[in-house]
């Protein structure tokens, strides 16, 4: 019998060396974002960026409510219209804990915000693999949109557009999950959720219905096949999606406890409209009023995007998006989700004002990375080879984001306004009862986190634009504020600030002012006169008087105080030098020269007689400077400059952390 010949074992297949390159450069991918918002998360109190230029501007738009909701997220607070209740009670139960454990009520604010980014960019991760059935794909996409400027401030600091893109991508995964739509029941349950969370969105954020056409195109055929049961799927999905605006009894609720931080007048029914409705903001939606205007608004959004991804990353969107539109395996979900932009991007063409466009287009932004990914699978369907080559291409614009925005961010999150306006708070004097008034914003909210959140400067009544000056006063407070306020509301007299105003007359009648520390105002509604016992002090010019003069010092500054007076109605206005020198003195010293005494807010011609304005000078602590040379002077006709007298202090004798 023939011996059978054997066969030789069939070789196995050789395996690609590159095959685990995409699930490497996906889990450094995922390092890279989680590096980069750890490394930007807000931990302090949010700054407000002084307002001088397109920079600063755009910056200040990002954080200018961040401080706000910093507070209210800490002291079970409201937020500005249309006040966010659902976002504020979720914030407060997510804060405590985090507070209970040592961690700052700032950064626990951020890490809420964190909380729900996270969710946006699981969510895209979740929808790509349940579509494409690539992990490594999804990571990477979602990794990109992380890393896009907007979605990445609004992660890490204090705001609302993180749960708004996250209500908005949980919504499309809930559309265009690919498990199959077996019968009425799977129809009405997806119907059902969608309807709960388009709700809680809407409620949340007004612009969450720009994202309906697209879910419409995504569940619209599966609608249409259920249609003889519309009555048992929309009647109860209208009562679910009323659900969602149940969280605004919130806001009248805290009004009626009479909760610490409560934005407007929601405990009556017109005040928590106002909030509701959002009527304060009225006047910035508005449409363009010409064809240019149009042009510029789509200008705009075109630097917006360009921003967001740069302009290579935009064109890779677009090109991504569309041919995943058009002939893709999963172009009818590219189509829903690229139909869900369009709402937005409309809305911020003709509307760029109404709500900061930045946060608007954030749904753009994820549906050019969600399109571009599933232009990706389309291209691997046909060319697998190609894998290692587009994760390290997906990888590469991540680092290219990283790179274009970190510095940004950073300067953003890190911005010391707020710090600054807390530092500022020892200043004010602890005798009587101290209230400081500053207008409505970044730095009333950061003065506020100090009292009703840190709870270090808790005996200062904080009161805002809207306070009853007189009745204070009455009641014997004594009311403070920081020269800054008198660029937005100015004494009724000329200032270097501008024209004469009238906002201060109109709530207070007379007006007076002296400086109460270094950087703090008193307001008074009578001249401050010197006592009959003080001595009549030094006669300097045109009736003007020097009536004392110390130094006191902490480690860094040296503080001038000086008390000028009258001893008749002065006929002259001159300015005031003040040089930090050595024992002789220097031709160019540091100094804090003033045109008028108390931050340059009273000039010396509206000095009555007998009154006695404090004046306060803050210059550095310098090693070789040993004297604070002061005085008065003025330029005469010629050019030449006149001074009238100067007092020398030795900077030794400078009373150390005094006031």
Not at 280 to 300: F, K, Q
Request: net charge neutral; proline share 9%.
């Amino acid at each position: 019998m023939p011996h059978a010949q054997s066969i030789p074992p069939h070789p196995p297949a050789r395996r690609s060396p590159w095959r685990r390159l995409p699930g490497l450069l996906a889990l450094a991918a995922l390092a890279l974002l989680a590096a980069s918002t750890a490394r930007t998360l807000q931990t302090h109190i949010a700054g407000s960026f002084v307002e001088d230029g397109a920079a600063s501007v755009l910056k200040n738009e990002y954080i200018k409510d961040v401080s706000e909701i910093q507070v209210a997220l800490n002291v079970w607070g409201t937020i500005h219209h249309t006040g966010y209740p659902l976002f504020a009670i979720l914030g407060n139960v997510f804060t405590l804990p985090l507070r209970a454990v040592g961690i700052e009520p700032a950064a626990a604010a951020s890490l809420y915000a964190l909380a729900w980014g996270a969710v946006a960019l699981a969510g895209m991760a979740a929808l790509i693999w349940a579509l494409t059935g690539r992990p490594a794909l999804a990571a990477l996409a979602a990794v990109v949109a992380g890393l896009a400027r907007s979605i990445w401030i609004h992660n890490v600091v204090a705001e609302v557009y993180s749960m708004s893109l996250a209500i908005s991508v949980v919504m499309l995964a809930i559309a265009l999950w690919p498990a199959p739509w077996a019968g009425a029941w799977e129809v009405r349950r997806r119907v059902w959720w969608l309807a709960l969370l388009g709700g809680i969105g809407v409620a949340h954020h007004r612009a969450v219905a720009f994202i309906a056409p697209g879910l419409l195109l995504a569940i619209g055929p599966h609608l249409w096949a259920a249609r003889d049961r519309w009555r048992s799927i929309l009647f109860p999905a209208l009562g679910l999606a009323l659900v969602g605006f149940v969280p605004y009894l919130y806001l009248p609720l805290r009004a009626w406890q009479d909760g610490a931080w409560v934005y407007g007048d929601p405990g009556n029914l017109n005040g928590l409209w106002i909030e509701f409705t959002g009527r304060e903001a009225d006047r910035l939606v508005t449409l363009p009023g010409s064809v240019a205007g149009l042009a510029d608004n789509v200008e705009s959004v075109a630097r917006i995007l360009i921003a967001e991804l740069t302009l290579p990353g935009l064109l890779i969107g677009v090109t991504g998006l569309g041919a995943a539109m058009l002939g893709g395996p999963q172009r009818r979900a590219a189509r829903a989700i690229g139909l869900s932009a369009a709402g937005p991007l409309l809305f911020a063409m003709l509307y760029h004002t109404a709500v900061l466009p930045e946060a608007i287009l954030m749904p753009v932004v994820a549906a050019l990375v969600l399109g571009t990914a599933l232009a990706v699978d389309g291209l691997l369907a046909r060319r697998p080879a190609l894998a290692p080559a587009l994760a390290t291409g997906l990888l590469a614009w991540a680092i290219a984001l990283a790179a274009t925005h970190t510095a940004y961010i950073r300067e953003l999150v890190t911005e010391p306004t707020g710090l600054h306006t807390i530092e500022r708070l020892r200043f004010v004097p602890r005798e009587g009862k101290p209230a400081l008034m500053l207008p409505w914003g970044p730095r009333y909210a950061a003065a506020s986190y100090a009292r009703l959140v840190t709870g270090e400067h808790a005996d200062i009544l904080m009161v805002d634009h809207k306070a009853d000056y007189p009745d204070l006063l009455a009641r014997d407070y004594r009311l403070y504020t920081l020269p800054e306020t008198f660029y937005t509301y100015r004494p009724p007299w000329p200032t270097p600030y501008g024209p004469p105003a009238d906002w201060w007359r109109e709530r207070l009648g007379p007006l007076h002012l002296t400086s109460a520390a270094p950087g703090i105002v008193q307001i008074l509604s009578a001249p401050p006169l010197a006592e009959t016992t003080d001595p009549p002090g030094e006669a300097l010019a045109y009736g003007i008087v020097q009536r004392a003069a110390w130094l006191t010092c902490d480690a860094e500054s040296i503080f001038l105080h000086v008390i000028w007076g009258a001893d008749r109605q002065p006929d002259g206005d001159p300015s005031i030098f003040v040089h930090l020198t050595g024992d002789a003195p220097a031709p160019d010293p540091p100094n804090a020269d003033s045109r008028h005494p108390v931050y340059g807010l009273v000039p010396f011609a509206r000095l009555s007689p007998g009154e006695a304005v404090r004046d306060d000078f803050t210059l550095p602590r310098l090693p070789d400077k040993t004297q604070v040379r002061f005085g008065l002077y003025e330029q005469a006709a010629d050019g030449s400059f006149v001074n009238y007298g100067e007092t020398v202090l030795p900077v030794a004798g400078c009373e150390e952390g005094g006031r």
